[in-house]
Each structure stands twice: as structure tokens, then as C-alpha cells.
């Protein structure tokens, strides 16, 4: 008895234009904590009093610390199996794109092209004044931020809670869940919008929606298939079963 639904592995197996949104949870096995599990980045913080302008300004060398702290465990952490399958996908679906609410890089690392950064990257920074992007560290010193030729300081380059995302990315995604076949929502709590709306706009639209996380969440009850477990066991298990279907047919 298959894990997975009859209708999956079908509608998988004909499908031409696929679309994921992925959140922390498809980087926990690779060892990056999640932001709201048991050992989350957040237990000590709310998400406020560090991913946000007003937390900087006011404290700007915590805020610094964690990203430092977090850019630290992500630059020793490679992609896992889940990052891996969906590299494999892209190469086989005639359209595929990954919209990640993730900073961590790992699905490029995975050799994933088509992949849109909704939150941005935690690997580059950019000044607050002018945007300009400096690849070097925005800490001085003391741990606080650098300032720029402009008067500005340098940030992580990451979209903060009260700031707009990136409206290409935005957009581009919101257009690929409208005209997905099926739709992905992969180790996320999807309680941070607008990209938890993504996966919804898919089953309004139309998409076969499968959500795969270790736990319930605020869409579940919008998907149609909702499969628990972890990602870096589910992906590679359903990927094998949609293959052997596309070899029984042809
Ligand atoms: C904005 C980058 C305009 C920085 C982050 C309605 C519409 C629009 C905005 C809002 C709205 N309602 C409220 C808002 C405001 C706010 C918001 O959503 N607040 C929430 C908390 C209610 N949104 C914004 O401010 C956004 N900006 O919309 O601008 C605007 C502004 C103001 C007011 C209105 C409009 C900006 C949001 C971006 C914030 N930046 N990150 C950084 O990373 O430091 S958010 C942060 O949360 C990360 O990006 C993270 O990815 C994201 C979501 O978290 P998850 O990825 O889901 O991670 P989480 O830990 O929660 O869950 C992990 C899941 O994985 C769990 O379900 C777990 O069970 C599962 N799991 C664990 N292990 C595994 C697994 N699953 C599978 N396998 C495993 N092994």
C-alpha cells in the first residue's frame, strides 16, 4: 500500500507545469533549525524583535549576531535529498519552478535553476540608503553595522516582516501556482504570507495540491493531499514511484 495517493503518482506522471513552494522545514534535515519547531531559531526571540527594520535600528548588533550566527551553520550544510529530487524534477517537467520562502541558497547549491527567493538571501547584503550589494561582511569591528559610501549601513539581504518582497518574484510566482497541474507546499507552516497564499491560489486555480510536512499546518485543510513525514525521505520515495509509472507507460 503506497504512501501516496493513485492520483498523485497519475497526475505526476502527466503533468507539464509543476509548481513548490518550500519553506524551512525542506533545510532541516540538512541541519539549518526551523523557525518555529521545538529547537527553532525563534524559541529565544519572536520574529519581530530580529527580522525586522525596527529590531536592526534599534539593535542592530543582535540582529547582526544572529544572522552572522545563522550565516555560519549555512555555509557548513549542504542540500539533502529533498533539494536533490526536486533538481531532478526540473530537469523532467516541461515547466517547474521553485518559489522558496528560504535565505539559505541550498536549492542553487542542489543545482536548481528556476528557483525564485520570496525572502531573499542570507549570503549577500545590500545598504539600507542606497541598496547597493557589498559582499563583504556589514559588520566592522564593535559588531556594528558598516557603513556605506553613502551614509547608509549594510544589511542582510533579506526581506524583513513589514517590508515588501521582491515583486518579480512575487508575481512570477502567483502567475506559476495560477497555472500549475500540480502544486507543491513542502516543509512549511504557512503562516507567513503572502507566499502562504501561494499554495492556496494553486488549489483555486485548479492545481492538484500536495502539501509534505512532518506536521499539520494552517493549509492542510486547502490541500489535497496532505502527506506526513519528512521531506528528505517523502520526495526521493514518491519521485521513484512516479518514474516506474512513466516507465510502465511507455
Ligand atoms: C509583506 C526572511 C507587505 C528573514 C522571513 C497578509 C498579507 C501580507 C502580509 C501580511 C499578512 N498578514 C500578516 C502580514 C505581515 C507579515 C506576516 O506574514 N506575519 C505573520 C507572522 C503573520 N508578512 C510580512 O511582513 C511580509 N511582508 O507582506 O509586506 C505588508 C507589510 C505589512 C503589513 C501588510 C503587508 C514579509 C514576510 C517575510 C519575513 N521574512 N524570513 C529571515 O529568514 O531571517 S519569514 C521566515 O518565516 C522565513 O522566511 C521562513 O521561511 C518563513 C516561514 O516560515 P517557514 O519556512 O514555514 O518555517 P517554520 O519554522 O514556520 O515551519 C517549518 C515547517 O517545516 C513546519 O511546518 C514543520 O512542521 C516542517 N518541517 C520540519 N522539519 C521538516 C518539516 N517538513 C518536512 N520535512 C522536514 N524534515
Not at 523532467?92 to 521553485?98: N, P, Q, S, T
Not at 533579506?158 to 507543491?184: K, Q
Amino acid at each position: 500500500m503506497s504512501v501516496f495517493s493513485d492520483t498523485l503518482v497519475q497526475r505526476l506522471a502527466v503533468a507539464v507545469r509543476v509548481g513548490v513552494l518550500t519553506g524551512a522545514g525542506i533545510s532541516a534535515e540538512s541541519g539549518i533549525d526551523t523557525f518555529r519547531g521545538a529547537r527553532g531559531l525563534w524559541k529565544k526571540f519572536k520574529p519581530e524583535e530580529l527580522a525586522s527594520m525596527d529590531a536592526f535600528l534599534k539593535n542592530p548588533q543582535l540582529v547582526l549576531q544572529w544572522y552572522e550566527y545563522r550565516r555560519r551553520i549555512i555555509k557548513s550544510v549542504k542540500p539533502n535529498p529533498a533539494h536533490h529530487v526536486l533538481m531532478e524534477m526540473e530537469k523532467h517537467f516541461a515547466h517547474f519552478a521553485i518559489s522558496t520562502q528560504n535565505i539559505d541558497s541550498l536549492h542553487f547549491k542542489a543545482g536548481s535553476k528556476n528557483v525564485l527567493e520570496l525572502h531573499g538571501n542570507i549570503l549577500k547584503n545590500r545598504c539600507t540608503r542606497c541598496g547597493c550589494s557589498n559582499f563583504h561582511p556589514e559588520t566592522g569591528q564593535n559588531g556594528q553595522p558598516q557603513k556605506c559610501g553613502c551614509g547608509g549601513l549594510f544589511r542582510p539581504d533579506v526581506v524583513w516582516f513589514g517590508e515588501m518582497l521582491p515583486e518579480d518574484a512575487l508575481t512570477e510566482s502567483f502567475e506559476i501556482a495560477g497555472r500549475a497541474d500540480v502544486y507543491f507546499s513542502i516543509g512549511t507552516s504557512a503562516v507567513v504570507y503572502p507566499a502562504a497564499m501561494l499554495p492556496v491560489t494553486a488549489a483555486d486555480a485548479g492545481a492538484y495540491v500536495v502539501e509534505i510536512n512532518t506536521e499539520k499546518t494552517a493549509i492542510t485543510n486547502r490541500t489535497h493531499e496532505s502527506i506526513r513525514g519528512k521531506a528528505g525521505e517523502i520526495l526521493p520515495a514518491l519521485w521513484r514511484v512516479v518514474k516506474s509509472r512513466l516507465e510502465e507507460t511507455i
